[in-house]
């Protein structure tokens, strides 16, 4: 009977688990076993990028939304919800000033937004990419077709964020409408590596119904897949959906998957998210410690931010502002980890 330690060896040299081992392992309480996940993952992820930590400048640039999930706070049904919609131009100002600060990626991450058409959303793109030659562009705008995946890329975009959020088809009917399915999201995935993008993908924590299955689940997609980035971060109610009154997720099984999702994926790019922020006060320091490597903090103007509200108390000011750059450098300087500017490309 293995014991855990001799499994998270295990994970580390293989890379995968059989289904039973990743549920004892993301079952586990033992302090011990934990502290032993988190240092492994350390050690990976400092052989692989040292003690840097990347940052992206997170442009929310419109929260009306045609999907229902049922978790959102920016779902359609939501008539609570103010809706903005940026300009071309302040996506501009907003990118200007991300430069400024150093952030070298710049993410246009909004609902999926009827407005912003290809036609609208490729020259977005096309004069973020002439502006700004030396950045990378992350998209993170939802399920498109080929041909718009396709033309986003030629006009400039590198990388794309698409969670799969859940990657058991039963658990994705019971978070989503019925004309979304798990099976389109996995063809955007597969479009979109296919065409050349850095791909991430990932999952909320604690999401309704989740269990410890779905989530071995998750994490064998992972290991197939074999995504670029990968972003999770615990679920937490929005009161204007229908989930108001459901548990959020926890730090603890964040911190822990963000380690075990280390060891499967020694090189991919890991935010300690906003939601995990959220939801502990230092949360994305002890994520940084147990094996991310990738802070987001928002660009967006203030009263965008406010709107943009996934879930409730939403972290949008401290170390989640741009603008308060210097402070989480020494936030992550007083744990050993340093903020650079680069792009922070994917290492091979
Ligand atoms: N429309 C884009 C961006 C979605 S928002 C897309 O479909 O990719 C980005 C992520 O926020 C989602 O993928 C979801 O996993 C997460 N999210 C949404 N509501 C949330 C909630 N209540 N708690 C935690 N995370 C949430």
Redesign the pocket.
Known sequence: MNNIFTLIDKLKAERTLPKEEYIRLITCTDPDALEYLRQTADTVRKSVYGNTVYIRGLVEFTNY?K?D?L????RRSNTAALRFRLTEEQILDCAEEGYRLGFRTIVL????DPHFTDARLIPIVQTLRNRFPDCAITL????RSRKSYEALFAAGANRF???H?TANACHYAKLHPEELTLANRMRCLRDLRDIGYQVGC???VG?PWQTAEHIAEDLLFLGEFKPHMV?I??????RD?P?RDMA??TAEDTIKLLSTIRLILPNVLLPATT?LGTISPNGRERGILAGANVIMPNLSPSDAREKYM??NNKLSSGDEAAENLAHLKQSMAAIGYEIVTDRGDYKE
């Open positions: 939304c999907n999930c978790y959102c706070g920016i991450q909004g609902g999926e993170s705008v939802g399920e964020l698409l969670r959020e990932g999952f909320m999401s972003g971060g615990p679920f937490i109610p929005h959906t989930f959020a997720g939601a996934l879930y």
